[in-house]
């Protein structure tokens, strides 16, 4: 009997070794916590459509375990709704439809198709796609039928034409319509022949206004019977308004100028066209004759009189011609002087000829004695010349007419020596001398006063105000102002940006400017320090990062923004509900086709033990049955 027992034992190990977990789903197994067989509580909990968890929960001690069961379905699967696990209550996906295809309905407008699964499924959309033309109607492009009307012909309102006809043209297609050949006017010359070129004329159809043109034969010239001429040749001229021939070379009898004899009054005269050409023959300016005409200037005291040659032939003067010639006759003239008169350098005296002013004479005044207070007296011209007699500027004499500079600050009382003959002042003389008299003044200071480099003061003296005394301001105590002449010598000033006055060191201004980030303090507009705080709202760089769905094989992501400046995570767009990196991590799927797992993935070994906890749990069972029975 026992051997029976044990052999039950075997099978029932081997059998619980290799069968799946859904075979056990009682409310009696053995608890890995408390170490025995227990009551538990079972639930189930959908996994996808091959397999449920069964969550094993121990009612003494709390203790939790858990493993994949395939589920037990019922009911049959459509194409819309799936099967039901009698168990976890999930359900399967549905088949989805099987389409057939697309067939045109009667009312050549829709198609339809059919489930092959269930046919009461159906699905009708219109027809779409293709074009239609004037003539042909739109094919679908889903069920290939045609569908819609024909768009018809559209033919413009105006002509269409060719070199023959006109018509009315189809705006889609090539069809014509009131196709009738042209209907010419009478035409009109567009371009009036001449007399080496066709012309043209234009006519128009009255219907459709279309144009054909056809050329006019040249006329031909009509020469005149005159001549026409310029300075070497001669022609004749058409008489035709609209001829074109414009180079004189091209004209009937075009030839140069020919016969005639020229003289040195006369051109040669063609004898064809009569018309004068070429050039005159040149002047003999060989004759000499002495006549008022020819005169060029009369006799002087110093040259004869002078005259143009004239023409041998016409008597022309050769005056102002390229071959002007002259020649002498008569006799030279004397001068006739006037009287000495003395020039305006009072050294000199100049007589006039009376018949050419331009002749004159000019000597040195002399004669008479000069002394220091006149000049002497020419005895020709009577003028006084040359200098005066040098003064003797020896006298001494402190008089007020010989005063130069009164007595200054600095200096005695300046006088001019004076003549010794005459008591003429030097002053302003080439022997100027003067001697000094008196006493020397003291200095009258007036106030100082700032100059304009605004760094030095000056005194003036109020009785000379060319003595003056400038000295540097100074500013000791350090309050902007000189310490002499009280003059503000500057302002507070902060160039080196320290937000302290540069010369005094008093405190100017605090720091301002700039806005902190989530990065960087604000930084002072004014020395570019940074100062103050950070500010964790204000954001450098706040990219935006969408939100990304898990696959099988990567993980996805949440919407979230990241900065660059804090590095930080945040849930919304203006940076303010800050997260972790790990929360923006969505998990991976799971994969379907894998067996299912405890919750420990990574242990087999866990399966094996559970299977065997199983099968000692149903063992005990039997032998604790066995007793009980044994025991009645």
Not at 156 to 166: C, G, I, P
Not at 378 to 392: D, K, P, Q
Request: net charge negative; charged share 25%.
């Amino acid at each position: 009997m026992n051997k029976k027992i044990l052999s039950v034992v075997l099978i029932l190990c081997v059998m619980l070794a290799v069968m799946p977990m859904t075979a056990y789903a009682a409310d009696i197994a053995f608890c890995s916590k408390c170490n025995r067989i227990q009551t538990v509580r079972l639930t189930y909990q959908y996994s996808n459509d091959e397999w449920h968890i069964c969550n094993v929960t121990c009612t003494v001690c709390n203790n939790i375990w858990f493993y994949g069961m395939s589920h037990k379905w019922s009911g049959t699967a459509t194409c819309t709704s799936g099967r039901t696990c009698t168990e976890c209550g999930g359900s399967s996906e549905p088949l989805g439809h099987d389409w057939g295809t697309w067939t045109q309905n009667s009312d050549e407008k829709t198609h339809t198709r059919i489930c092959k699964r269930d046919t009461s499924h159906t699905e009708t959309e219109n027809c779409h796609g293709g074009t239609a033309t004037c003539t042909q109607r739109a094919t679908c492009t889903v069920c290939g039928a045609e569908y819609g009307d024909a768009l018809g012909h559209d033919f413009t309102t105006s002509w269409t034409h060719d070199d023959n006809e006109h018509w009315k043209q189809c705006s889609r297609c090539d069809a014509k319509d009131d196709v009738s050949p042209h209907t010419w006017d009478s035409g009109t010359v567009t371009t009036a022949p001449t007399c080496t070129k066709a012309g043209e004329e234009t006519y128009s159809c009255t219907e459709c206004g279309a144009t054909k043109t056809e050329p006019i034969d040249a006329t031909g010239h009509s020469w005149k019977s005159d001549w026409t001429s310029d300075a070497t040749h001669h022609w004749h001229e058409c008489a035709n308004e609209n001829c074109d021939v414009t180079d004189n070379a091209g004209k009937k009898g075009y030839a140069e100028h020919s016969g005639g004899k020229a003289t040195c009054t006369q051109n040669a005269v063609c004898e064809f066209c009569k018309a004068e050409y070429g050039e005159k023959l040149p002047h003999d300016f060989t004759a000499e004759t002495v006549d008022a005409k020819y005169l060029k200037s009369a006799a002087t005291c110093t040259e004869k009189a002078v005259y143009y040659k004239s023409c041998a032939v016409c008597g022309l003067s050769s005056e102002g011609t390229a071959d002007e010639a002259t020649f002498f006759s008569g006799n030279v003239l004397d001068h006739d002087w006037g009287a000495w008169t003395q020039n305006s350098d009072e050294k000199t005296h100049t007589r006039i000829c009376k018949r050419d002013t331009s002749h004159t004479e000019t000597e040195n005044c002399h004669g008479g004695t000069a002394t220091c207070t006149a000049k002497a007296v020419c005895t020709v011209c009577g003028g006084e010349y040359g200098e005066m007699a040098a003064h003797s500027f020896t006298a001494e004499k402190a008089e007020t007419q010989y005063l130069k500079s009164a007595a200054t600050c600095t200096q005695k009382a300046v006088y001019y020596k004076s003549c010794a003959v005459c008591g003429l002042s030097s002053e302003g003389t080439a022997d100027e001398a003067t001697f000094f008299s008196g006493n020397v003044l003291d200095h009258d200071w007036g106030a100082w006063t700032q100059n304009s480099d605004e760094k030095t003061h000056t005194r003036i003296c109020k009785r000379d105000t060319s003595h003056t005394e400038t000295e540097n301001c100074i500013d000791a105590n350090k309050d902007h102002k000189c310490d002499i002449c009280d003059y503000i010598i500057s302002e507070c000033a902060d160039d080196n940006k320290d937000h302290k006055c540069d010369y005094c060191g008093k405190k100017l201004t605090e720091h301002t400017g700039g806005k902190a980030t989530c990065k960087d303090k604000a930084k002072c507009e004014v020395c570019g320090a940074e100062y103050g705080e950070l500010d964790a709202k204000n954001h450098t760089d706040l990219k935006h990062f969408p939100a990304t769905a898990a696959t099988k094989t990567t993980e996805g992501n949440i919407e979230y923004w990241y900065c660059e400046g804090c590095g930080k995570y945040y849930s919304d767009k203006d940076g303010t509900k800050e997260i972790k990196k790990a929360d923006t991590v969505t998990a991976k799927l799971k994969d379907d086709s894998k067996s299912p797992q405890t919750g420990d993935t990574s242990n087999l070994a866990l399966w094996i033990a559970l299977l065997f906890v199983s099968g000692g749990a149903a063992i005990g069972t039997t032998v604790v049955s066995r007793k009980k029975k044994y025991n009645r």
